[in-house]
Protein backbone atom coordinates (compact mmCIF):
# COMPACT_ATOMS: atom_id res chain seq x y z
CA UNK A 1 0.00 0.00 0.00
CA UNK A 2 1.56 3.35 -1.03
CA UNK A 3 2.21 5.29 1.92
CA UNK A 4 4.82 7.17 4.11
CA UNK A 5 6.71 5.97 6.56
CA UNK A 6 8.49 6.95 9.66
CA UNK A 7 11.09 5.24 12.12
CA UNK A 8 11.56 5.39 14.94
CA UNK A 9 7.82 6.07 16.31
CA UNK A 10 9.24 6.50 19.62
CA UNK A 11 12.76 7.42 21.03
CA UNK A 12 14.52 8.46 24.01
CA UNK A 13 18.32 10.15 23.73
CA UNK A 14 21.00 11.65 25.95
CA UNK A 15 21.86 14.95 25.37
CA UNK A 16 25.20 15.13 22.88
CA UNK A 17 23.69 12.63 21.00
CA UNK A 18 23.90 11.64 17.03
CA UNK A 19 20.92 10.90 15.89
CA UNK A 20 18.78 9.89 12.37
CA UNK A 21 14.86 10.05 11.51
CA UNK A 22 13.79 8.44 9.03
CA UNK A 23 11.18 8.84 5.96
CA UNK A 24 10.84 7.02 3.23
CA UNK A 25 7.20 7.00 0.76
CA UNK A 26 6.21 4.63 -1.52
CA UNK A 27 3.87 7.44 -3.60
CA UNK A 28 6.28 8.46 -5.96
CA UNK A 29 5.93 11.94 -4.84
CA UNK A 30 9.03 14.07 -5.71
CA UNK A 31 8.33 17.03 -2.47
CA UNK A 32 9.23 16.15 0.42
CA UNK A 33 9.59 18.35 3.77
CA UNK A 34 9.86 17.70 7.37
CA UNK A 35 8.06 19.36 10.05
CA UNK A 36 8.61 19.79 13.90
CA UNK A 37 5.24 19.75 15.78
CA UNK A 38 4.80 20.21 19.96
CA UNK A 39 1.32 18.13 20.42
CA UNK A 40 -1.43 19.89 18.61
CA UNK A 41 0.71 23.17 18.27
CA UNK A 42 1.87 24.49 15.15
CA UNK A 43 3.41 23.01 12.47
CA UNK A 44 7.47 24.62 11.79
CA UNK A 45 9.34 24.00 8.52
CA UNK A 46 12.13 22.59 9.26
CA UNK A 47 13.55 21.20 5.85
CA UNK A 48 12.06 20.07 2.49
CA UNK A 49 13.14 18.88 -0.95
CA UNK A 50 11.79 19.47 -4.40
CA UNK A 51 13.55 16.00 -5.88
CA UNK A 52 16.98 13.98 -5.77
CA UNK A 53 20.07 16.33 -4.66
CA UNK A 54 17.76 19.06 -3.82
CA UNK A 55 17.30 20.76 -0.24
CA UNK A 56 16.40 23.81 1.15
CA UNK A 57 16.00 25.20 4.93
CA UNK A 58 12.59 25.98 6.35
CA UNK A 59 11.40 28.42 8.32
CA UNK A 60 12.44 27.20 11.15
CA UNK A 61 16.16 27.34 12.41
CA UNK A 62 17.34 24.39 13.34
CA UNK A 63 20.45 22.42 14.01
CA UNK A 64 19.65 19.62 12.17
CA UNK A 65 20.40 18.59 8.20
CA UNK A 66 18.82 16.15 5.48
CA UNK A 67 19.73 14.70 2.29
CA UNK A 68 17.86 13.72 -0.68
CA UNK A 69 19.98 11.16 -2.68
CA UNK A 70 17.05 8.91 -3.58
CA UNK A 71 13.58 9.82 -4.59
CA UNK A 72 11.78 8.07 -2.11
CA UNK A 73 14.17 8.55 1.35
CA UNK A 74 14.31 11.76 2.99
CA UNK A 75 16.42 11.17 6.25
CA UNK A 76 16.54 13.86 9.25
CA UNK A 77 19.79 13.97 11.26
CA UNK A 78 20.38 15.63 14.44
CA UNK A 79 24.24 15.90 15.15
CA UNK A 80 23.86 16.77 18.74
CA UNK A 81 20.50 16.48 20.48
CA UNK A 82 19.42 18.75 22.85
CA UNK A 83 16.57 18.99 25.15
CA UNK A 84 15.20 21.63 23.07
CA UNK A 85 15.00 19.37 20.16
CA UNK A 86 12.12 17.27 22.68
CA UNK A 87 9.06 17.02 20.35
CA UNK A 88 7.27 15.44 17.35
CA UNK A 89 8.33 15.56 13.85
CA UNK A 90 6.29 14.61 10.97
CA UNK A 91 7.19 13.49 7.49
CA UNK A 92 4.95 14.71 4.25
CA UNK A 93 5.29 13.95 0.69
CA UNK A 94 3.56 15.72 -2.39
CA UNK A 95 3.23 15.58 -5.78
CA UNK A 96 4.74 17.31 -8.49
CA UNK A 97 1.34 17.27 -11.24
CA UNK A 98 -0.17 19.41 -13.87
CA UNK A 99 -0.74 21.62 -10.97
CA UNK A 100 1.60 23.85 -8.90
CA UNK A 101 0.78 22.19 -5.44
CA UNK A 102 -1.50 18.72 -4.39
CA UNK A 103 -2.25 17.36 -1.33
CA UNK A 104 0.73 16.27 1.06
CA UNK A 105 0.48 13.11 3.10
CA UNK A 106 2.20 12.77 6.58
CA UNK A 107 4.08 9.91 7.95
CA UNK A 108 2.80 8.79 11.69
CA UNK A 109 5.55 11.01 13.45
CA UNK A 110 8.84 9.82 15.32
CA UNK A 111 8.22 11.53 18.81
CA UNK A 112 11.44 12.40 20.26
CA UNK A 113 12.77 13.24 23.86
CA UNK A 114 16.18 14.90 24.81
CA UNK A 115 16.97 13.65 28.37
CA UNK B 1 7.82 34.69 0.59
CA UNK B 2 3.75 33.76 1.41
CA UNK B 3 2.33 34.29 4.99
CA UNK B 4 -0.85 32.55 6.47
CA UNK B 5 -2.33 33.87 8.86
CA UNK B 6 -5.42 31.54 11.08
CA UNK B 7 -8.05 32.72 13.52
CA UNK B 8 -9.52 31.59 15.42
CA UNK B 9 -6.79 29.85 17.71
CA UNK B 10 -9.81 28.25 19.66
CA UNK B 11 -13.52 27.71 19.32
CA UNK B 12 -15.78 25.89 21.25
CA UNK B 13 -19.41 24.93 19.18
CA UNK B 14 -22.01 23.43 20.48
CA UNK B 15 -23.33 20.24 19.16
CA UNK B 16 -24.92 21.09 16.07
CA UNK B 17 -24.16 24.07 15.65
CA UNK B 18 -22.10 25.31 12.89
CA UNK B 19 -17.99 26.49 12.88
CA UNK B 20 -16.28 28.75 11.01
CA UNK B 21 -12.61 29.29 10.46
CA UNK B 22 -10.87 31.78 8.84
CA UNK B 23 -7.47 32.25 6.86
CA UNK B 24 -5.72 35.26 5.39
CA UNK B 25 -2.89 34.59 2.73
CA UNK B 26 -0.46 37.24 1.43
CA UNK B 27 0.42 36.10 -1.88
CA UNK B 28 -1.74 36.74 -4.44
CA UNK B 29 -0.39 33.70 -6.90
CA UNK B 30 -1.18 31.60 -4.64
CA UNK B 31 -3.76 29.27 -6.50
CA UNK B 32 -4.41 26.77 -4.10
CA UNK B 33 -6.18 26.17 -0.46
CA UNK B 34 -6.31 22.83 1.49
CA UNK B 35 -8.09 22.35 4.74
CA UNK B 36 -6.20 19.65 7.18
CA UNK B 37 -7.85 17.87 10.39
CA UNK B 38 -5.39 16.43 12.93
CA UNK B 39 -6.93 14.56 15.49
CA UNK B 40 -5.63 14.10 18.92
CA UNK B 41 -2.46 11.62 18.86
CA UNK B 42 -2.64 11.24 14.56
CA UNK B 43 -0.94 13.06 11.77
CA UNK B 44 -2.92 16.04 10.03
CA UNK B 45 -5.10 14.40 6.63
CA UNK B 46 -6.44 16.53 3.97
CA UNK B 47 -10.22 16.66 4.85
CA UNK B 48 -10.96 19.61 1.49
CA UNK B 49 -9.31 22.02 -0.66
CA UNK B 50 -10.20 24.32 -3.78
CA UNK B 51 -8.32 25.67 -6.12
CA UNK B 52 -8.62 30.06 -7.50
CA UNK B 53 -11.05 28.99 -10.46
CA UNK B 54 -13.60 28.23 -7.97
CA UNK B 55 -15.05 30.23 -4.96
CA UNK B 56 -16.71 27.47 -2.98
CA UNK B 57 -16.54 23.78 -2.76
CA UNK B 58 -18.62 21.71 -0.38
CA UNK B 59 -18.75 18.02 0.88
CA UNK B 60 -21.17 17.25 2.92
CA UNK B 61 -20.94 18.95 6.06
CA UNK B 62 -17.69 20.17 5.39
CA UNK B 63 -17.20 23.40 3.04
CA UNK B 64 -14.83 26.00 1.62
CA UNK B 65 -15.40 29.45 0.49
CA UNK B 66 -12.52 31.44 -1.08
CA UNK B 67 -12.53 35.28 -1.97
CA UNK B 68 -9.67 36.10 -3.68
CA UNK B 69 -9.83 39.76 -4.18
CA UNK B 70 -9.28 39.94 0.03
CA UNK B 71 -6.82 36.84 0.14
CA UNK B 72 -9.26 34.51 2.29
CA UNK B 73 -10.78 31.46 2.75
CA UNK B 74 -12.85 29.72 5.24
CA UNK B 75 -13.71 26.55 6.50
CA UNK B 76 -17.22 26.00 6.93
CA UNK B 77 -18.72 22.61 9.43
CA UNK B 78 -22.58 22.55 9.49
CA UNK B 79 -24.21 20.14 12.21
CA UNK B 80 -20.96 19.36 14.38
CA UNK B 81 -20.44 15.97 15.80
CA UNK B 82 -18.16 15.11 18.59
CA UNK B 83 -15.96 13.55 15.99
CA UNK B 84 -15.12 16.97 14.21
CA UNK B 85 -13.38 17.48 17.50
CA UNK B 86 -9.68 18.21 16.30
CA UNK B 87 -7.07 20.64 15.15
CA UNK B 88 -7.68 21.96 12.12
CA UNK B 89 -4.96 23.80 9.84
CA UNK B 90 -5.12 25.63 6.54
CA UNK B 91 -2.03 26.11 3.96
CA UNK B 92 -0.99 28.13 1.26
CA UNK B 93 1.35 26.20 -0.51
CA UNK B 94 3.92 27.87 -2.82
CA UNK B 95 6.78 26.16 -3.46
CA UNK B 96 6.85 24.84 0.15
CA UNK B 97 4.20 24.33 2.34
CA UNK B 98 3.27 26.57 4.90
CA UNK B 99 0.75 26.14 7.19
CA UNK B 100 -1.47 28.45 9.67
CA UNK B 101 -1.16 28.16 13.21
CA UNK B 102 -3.97 25.70 13.89
CA UNK B 103 -7.48 25.80 15.33
CA UNK B 104 -8.34 23.96 17.72
CA UNK B 105 -12.42 23.35 17.75
CA UNK B 106 -14.01 21.88 20.65
CA UNK B 107 -17.45 20.61 20.14
CA UNK B 108 -19.88 20.88 23.15
CA UNK B 109 -22.19 18.67 24.11
Same mark, same amino acid.
Given at each position: ?6 ? !? ?73 ? !? ?32 | ?109
Amino acid at each position: EADIYQT !PRYLVIGTGKKITLECSQTMGHDKMYWYQQDPGMELHLIHYSYGVNSTEKGDLSSESTVSRIRTEHFPLTLESAR !PSHTSQYLCASSSISSFPNTEAFFGQGTRLTVV | GENVEQHPSTLSVQEGDSAVIKCTYSDSASNYFPWYKQELGKRPQLIIDIRSNVGEKKDQRIAVTLNKTAKHFSLHITETQPEDSAVYFCAAPDDKIIFGKGTRLHILP
